[in-house]
């Protein structure tokens, strides 16, 4: 559910809450039956629950079998469009995340050194009442300054709920995992062809995927759609990438293209279908905007693929090919957006000109093409957000050319750590975030989180971050809570729900129930804080009285509802989707005329006819309306208005050096699950992929322990020589070297990306650069 | 009364291995080394980077083939390998001893010594797991993100994958032993 | 029978080797006992056998003792079966032999099959008609019948009809078990090193070698080299035979290793090859199995005894080999060449090497054969009868 926020002065007279939507069929009575515990004749049956993955961040649809109280197993959902019919390895082991003996299981408070790993049970309260006091001298000292706390949130479907408490505290400092994930192909494909969209991998004829590597970091439907379509099956697909990933195995062709050198590879690509006159001129007559301007500096610049192969490593002729061959299959053509995109310094630049190559043969918005979809409306609701006269602006805000809501969370980071910071930063509310796993240069975060007073982590497992927090709060798992309703838009949108599949273990509780008993707890408190020094504040209850004024700032009424009740209210005016949500955690407008199933394996969920391919009408969410080719605008910034290749992306890897690269495989993707028993049992750690040549030369072989390291530290791992990356490059995937002694299986298991990657951030929005780093490696 | 098999797209499989844990979740396969009933296959790539050979890296998910002659069947002194009524090749596991012939004499090393019960386990279609609860899908069918399997019928001209080996080329593994498989890897 | 009581069972003639011979047997009875105990706790975790090697050292010395007990069932059968008079005075003591090193393999291979029990019920029940394992161990089961009741007549109840019946019924039912034995791998289609006609051949040849090895060995060690004339004679036709014995399994050997690589036909040729190459193969098979033995015997012209009783040590050392090289080289190509995770190296010839518990209870056994036959020494009077 998307909340609308009234960010209205309270002085105007805002309302505190306000839930739309009559309550038809009472709520509680439709949601018993997924909440009840086991009673004596159930005792024997298995019971399916419809619920959603949370394991990593495509929510695909799961019925979790229930037996005896005891989720025995997670099966595909099908009626989700979105993840078709399907649960990967990671969806599959939602039941060792469940049931890990390694889980957070009641309150802690820190009893201790910071990061000494020594923790004191508490109470629900008496949590409450530490974080209450701690807060209330805090923010006592520095004036009401409620930017003085700062709030992350790792992705997923209750991050809304935590935000809402953040909304009502009245900080101004919101980070999340954008500016280490996907802030620069958002916002370049954004700003250049109106949304990051769709790509509609079910219809395309020609795809290029640059970086993306879908076989392994899944993404719904993309993968599912994709492959059962490559190899000689209707699609083809060019991979360009440093490793030879599963993808590439899927692929026409795979480019081994030096690491950081996309754009130059782009811009090659962009010379030869304007050189050779071949884009999609109709297209780009009546939909580019300043395509001139565009067309002159790319062919003045010479960036003719002979040019990009000294860069890229990308032999001329295969540039000359895929340019031809985009060219010939569009507008059924697709440059892949990408996702965790943020590599080198150049990253906006280059998606923008991924996005104007795309457009260049006309596949937006447009079936096989780049589409955008349509969303369902839900009644939102209101959640009051009150202006606190003390609390300053971003810190954060001048570190790149455009900080927008989720912050830069390394320049964030770095600047309290290098005392940069204008006002003090001085507590920090966690959920479910990992930045010690997810942030570069994590011993720079660990001093990050030390320097705090007060950390309040919210989550289900001991991960590294929770380990230097001053308070933890445990979170039950996604299969012990209904969290809000979302609506995922698309070619095929749905409203999809996440229902409790059974209560939640030991004292853990969903974060709704943490934010209402926290909220209880320091509202008043905090209040009185502002009374004191927020001048407005004490004007107005001359005016309306104390009891009126406080209504505004009421951090309880958020959570005043159970989750339940507002999902219901959120779908009211759909008949049956409050049921249809509950049954089969599913619901679109005519889903009961349009799903059908085609055969054992495939649904289908709208009619061809029904499908929103093309919903924009040739005009695009651009100031223009038109594609963008030149932001002159941004210059001002400093930001280039035209992706431009500058010398300075060009990183040497000095001999006896190599790159570093990061990623993915189907079975982990996320820091959350390293302690995920079947995961581990399918992968048990993670090792060094480096060429086998060089490690032959280096005298490293298979299994060999070595020890990587960066100018800003160093993580030991075992070595995998093989020929599927080059020669100065070195590739492990993300997640693993915890250190926290918490975690039995995960403790110690493998390499830390974090510890190695140096901590420099892009100039659009400063999101982290993880691709730009030099590491030396010997055996240990 | 039927005859099962299974026809896997295996070009589609992008090696992810959710068979895998789907397999062990369903069929309560402990973790551990030895212990898979399903698994994906794949070949250490040729070449040398840049210049590696995309067809040298197809995946292969596998399993117990379900031979119509099955040597593992053949070769066990007490019966305790037997074809069910429909055709699956399965373990009794009161009759298994735990000679472990059949793990020697399957071509396919589809089978493997259970911890739990101490006998000699393998896929058996998720026959008392999923069929036996009426469901028609095996675990490592439902749960493929890109649709390898299509489990069913052979009997049944009907049956999705009738129909499917009766349009498509299909090669099989180490047929020329004369097991008989009744896995069908679509070309 | 001899007169025997607990008291002489303890009273030895204590020689330098006897009483090595004692605690030898001792110390690897004790193993068994400790290997047995270790296996009841942790059932197959205690061996190094694995999913794609599953068999190990227990089943290449449960080939071992029951190729030892074919062995001397059929060498013995020359003199009360055939009538060879010189191989009379053999056979209490091989029909011993055969009992006891039956008996030993039986109490290895009771560790090495996962339930006993259940086979013994099953293999009546729902027997599997169709697999060579019911059928060798049927086959055993009914030449242990054989065996015992022959022994019986020859000691107990001296007739010599009777155990002359009950001879030529263990000599068939030893035949057909043995060579079932040898089909339980040759019938394996999935492995085409012992897939075919091969191996249930060579399990009888190889067993007549053993059953001669260890009239050797037993003999000598019971005169120290001080034979009687009757016995040298037995032993100078005993050269002629291991000698055309060991020239056809070389012969074999050969032709089996020559058909194997040529056309390297995959899977077989390079696995050929892997074995040919290996030292439990070069120097345990050939060189301590076949060719010391048929290098003494050729050189002096089958006249020579005491070198045939140490050549016959390294006889017995080699047969190890070739019972346990017929496990690991059936065993040793992988049914899937396929990585089955990306961290891993391509899979190539198994590797294998037996835990503690396997020499446990493999060798172990050893010290069970030792045991009874000293028990079977002071019981039983095993020397021909003087009416003979």
New interface residues.
């Given amino acids: 559910m998307k909340a609308e926020i009234s960010r209205r002065r309270f002085l105007q007279g805002s309302v505190a809450l306000s839930i739309a939507g009559g309550v038809s069929m009472s709520p509680s009575a439709i949601m018993a039956s997924a909440s009840a515990s086991t009673k004596p004749e159930d005792i024997g049956k ?1 019971k399916k629950v419809a619920t959603l993955c949370e394991m990593c961040v495509n929510k695909c649809a799961a019925f979790a079998y229930v037996k005896n109280g005891i989720v025995t ?4 959902n099908p009626y989700f469009p979105k993840s ?6 990671r ?3 939602g ?1 060792a995340a469940i049931y890990d003996v390694d889980r957070l299981k009641y309150p802690l408070i820190r009893d201790g050194e910071k990061g000494s790993g020594k923790f004191k049970r508490a109470t629900w309260d008496e949590a409450y009442s530490y974080i209450s006091e701690k807060l209330t001298k805090i923010l006592d000292e520095e004036k009401d300054n409620r930017s003085t706390v700062a709030f992350c949130a790792g992705e997923g479907m209750a991050e809304h709920t935590f935000k809402n408490f953040y909304t009502g505290f009245g900080s101004a400092h919101f980070l999340n995992h954008a500016s280490l994930c996907l802030a620069t192909t958002v916002s370049g494909y954004s700003l250049t062809i109106g949304g990051y969209g769709q790509a509609d991998l079910e219809n395309a004829d020609y795809v290029v995927m640059a970086g993306a590597n879908r ?2 970091a ?1 993404v719904t439907p993309d ?2 759609d994709f ?2 379509r ?2 000689g ?1 209707g699609a083809k697909l060019v991979v360009v990438d440093p490793r ?1 990933t ?7 062709k ?3 293209i030096n690491v950081g050198t996309d754009l130059a590879f782009v811009l090659a690509l962009t010379y030869v279908v304007i050189k050779e006159d071949i884009y999609n001129k109709e297209f780009v007559e009546n939909h580019f905007n300043d395509f001139a301007t565009y067309k002159k500096h790319v062919l003045q610049n010479e960036y003719t693929p002979e040019w990009a192969e000294k860069i890229t ?1 990308i032999k001329a002729e295969d540039i000359y090919q895929v340019a031809r061959d985009f060219m010939h299959h569009a507008p059924q053509s697709i440059y892949y957006q990408g996702r965790r995109t943020t590599w080198s310094k150049n990253d906006f630049q280059l998606r923008r000109a991924q996005a104007i190559f795309s457009a260049l043969g006309g596949g937006i918005d447009i079936k096989g093409g780049i589409c955008f979809g349509k969303s369902i409306a839900m009644e939102g609701h209101e959640v009051s957000a009150p202006i606190y006269d003390q609390a300053k602006s971003r810190i954060d805000a001048k570190e790149a050319a455009v900080v927008g809501g989720s912050g830069t969370w390394v320049g964030f980071r770095n600047m309290v750590l290098e005392g940069r910071n204008p006002y003090p930063i001085r507590a920090l509310f966690n959920y479910k975030h990992n930045p010690m796993a997810n942030m570069p240069n994590s011993a720079k975060t660990e001093a990050f989180l030390k320097k705090l007073d007060l950390v309040v982590t919210i989550d289900t497992m001991p991960s590294d971050t929770v380990m230097l927090s001053d308070v933890i709060l445990p979170e039950c798992t996604y299969l012990e809570r209904t969290d809000p309703a979302k609506v995922y838009g698309g070619i095929e949108p749905a409203i999809v729900q996440r229902n409790k599949v059974v209560e939640p273990m030991y004292e853990s509780k969903p974060v709704i129930e943490i934010m209402r008993g926290l909220s209880k707890k320091v509202s008043k408190p905090l209040f009185e804080i502002t009374k004191k020094y927020d001048e407005e504040v004490q004007d107005t209850i001359e005016e309306d009285g104390e009891e009126a004024t406080y209504e505004e700032f009421d951090l309880t009424k958020a959570f005043e509802e159970s989750q339940e009740d507002l999902n219901h209210h959120a779908v009211a005016k759909y008949a049956g989707a409050a049921e249809s949500l509950h049954a089969k955690g599913v619901f679109y407008p005519n889903m009961d005329k349009y799903f059908k199933k085609l ?4 649904y289908e969920y709208y009619p061809e006819s029904k499908k929103y391919y093309s919903v924009m009408n040739k005009k695009f969410k651009t100031p223009s309306g038109k594609i963008e080719c030149n932001l002159s605008s941004l210059t001002k910034r400093g930001i280039d208005a035209m992706p431009t290749w500058k010398k300075e992306y060009e990183i040497a890897v000095p001999d006896g050096q190599f790159r570093f690269i990061t990623g993915r ?3 982990f993707t996320q820091s959350g699950s390293s302690n995920n ?3 581990l ?3 048990p ?1 993670n ?1 060094m992929w480096i ?1 086998k ?1 060089v490690a032959s030369r280096m005298g490293i072989k ?1 299994g060999d322990e070595v020890e990587v390291a960066s100018k800003v530290g160093k993580t030991t791992i ?1 070595a ?1 020589p ?6 100065d490059t070195i590739f492990f995937i993300h997640g693993f070297g915890n250190k926290s002694q918490e975690l039995t299986l995960a403790s110690g298991n493998g390499g830390n990306d974090a510890n190695i990657i140096e901590d420099s951030i892009e100039p659009m929005h400063g999101a982290t650069c993880l691709h730009d780093t030099i590491v030396e490696i010997r055996k240990v | 009364m039927a005859r099962y098999g299974m026809a896997l ?1 295996y ?2 499989c ?5 068979c ?3 397999c ?3 069929n309560g396969v402990l ?2 080394r030895d212990n898979y009933r399903i698994w994906v296959g794949q070949k250490e ?1 040729e ?4 210049n ?1 050979s ?1 067809a040298s ?3 292969h998910p596998s399993q117990c083939q379900h031979c119509d002659n099955a040597p593992c069947q053949q070769v066990c002194p007490t019966n305790a390998t037997y074809y069910d009524d429909n055709g699956v090749v399965r373990v009794d596991i009161e009759k298994c001893i735990l000679c472990t012939y059949c793990i020697n004499a399957c071509p396919y090393d589809a089978r493997y010594v259970d911890d739990r019960t101490v006998t000699v386990d393998k896929c058996n279609f998720c026959s008392d797991t999923r069929l036996a ?1 009426g469901e ?2 095996t ?1 490592c ?7 390898v ?4 019928d052979l009997d049944d001209p009907n049956s ?1 994958i009738s129909q499917l080996i009766a349009k498509r080329e299909y090669k099989q593994v180490k047929e020329h032993l004369g097991t008989k498989p009744k896995l069908f890897y679509l070309l | 029978m001899n007169n025997f009581s607990i008291k002489n069972l303890f009273e030895f003639n204590k020689t330098p080797l006897n009483l090595l011979v004692a605690v030898l047997g001792i110390v690897l009875l004790g193993a068994f006992l400790a290997g047995a105990a270790y296996y009841i706790l942790h059932g197959h975790h205690a061996f190094n056998v694995t999913r794609q090697h599953p068999w190990g050292l227990l089943i290449a010395m449960y080939v071992f003792f029951v190729v030892s007990s074919t062995g001397l069932c059929i060498i013995s059968s020359i003199g009360h079966v055939f009538g060879v008079e010189e191989f009379q005075q053999i056979g209490k003591r091989a029909i011993a032999g055969a009992i006891i090193t039956l008996l030993s393999g039986f109490a290895v291979i009771a560790l090495e099959v996962g339930h006993p029990v259940t086979m013994i019920i099953y293999n009546v029940l729902t027997p599997g008609f169709t697999s060579a394992i019911w059928w060798m161990g049927t086959l055993y089961g009914i030449y242990l019948v054989f065996i015992t009741i022959e022994f019986f007549f020859l000691t107990i109840k001296v007739d010599h009809k009777w155990s002359k019946i009950f001879g030529i019924g263990g000599l068939l039912s030893g035949l057909a078990a043995h060579s079932n034995l040898g089909a339980v791998f040759g019938f394996l289609i999935s492995r085409p090193t012992a897939n075919g006609v091969f191996y249930p051949v060579y399990f009888i040849l190889s067993a007549m070698i053993t059953g001669c090895y260890l009239l050797y060995i037993i003999y000598g060690f019971k005169y120290r080299n001080d034979y009687p004339e009757q016995l040298k004679a037995m032993f100078l036709k005993l050269n002629k035979i291991l000698g055309m014995l060991l020239g056809i399994l070389i012969f074999f050997e050969a032709w089996k290793i020559i058909t194997a690589l040529y056309g390297t036909m995959p899977e077989r040729a390079e696995t050929i090859l892997h074995v040919i190459s290996s030292p439990t193969f070069i120097f345990g098979e050939v060189l301590l199995g076949m060719l010391i033995p048929f290098a003494i015997i050729l050189f002096t012209n089958g006249q020579a005894i005491k070198p045939m009783v140490y050549a016959s040590l390294t006889g017995m050392i080699g047969i190890f080999f070739m019972r346990y090289d017929l496990v690991h080289d059936t065993l040793i190509y992988p049914m899937t060449m396929l990585k089955r ?5 391509p899979p190539t010839f198994l590797e294998y090497f037996p835990s503690a518990t396997e020499f446990a209870i493999g060798f172990g056994g050893i010290g069970i054969t030792i045991f009874l036959f000293y028990v079977a020494e002071k019981v039983f009077n095993l020397d021909p009868d003087r009416e003979h």
């Fill in positions: 298995t197993k997670l099966d595909p078709r019919n399907m649960l990967c390895p969806g599959n082991s039941l076989a392994e899944i993968s599912m492959f059962k490559t190899t099956r030879f599963n993808t590439a195995a899927k692929s026409d795979w480019l081994g490593g055969n054992v394996n495939e495989h189907a079975q028993k079947m995961l049992d399918l992968v750690t090792y060429n040549r298979f075992k995998y093989t020929e599927k990356i080059g020669l | 797209d070009k589609s992008i090696n992810c291995r959710a895998e844990s789907a062990k979740a369903e973790p551990g790539a070449g040398e980077f840049p590696i995309i890296m197809t995946y609860n028609t899908t675990a069918q439902a749960t493929c993100p890109t649709k399997r299509t489990f069913g999705d | 995770s990306e961290y891993q190296l």
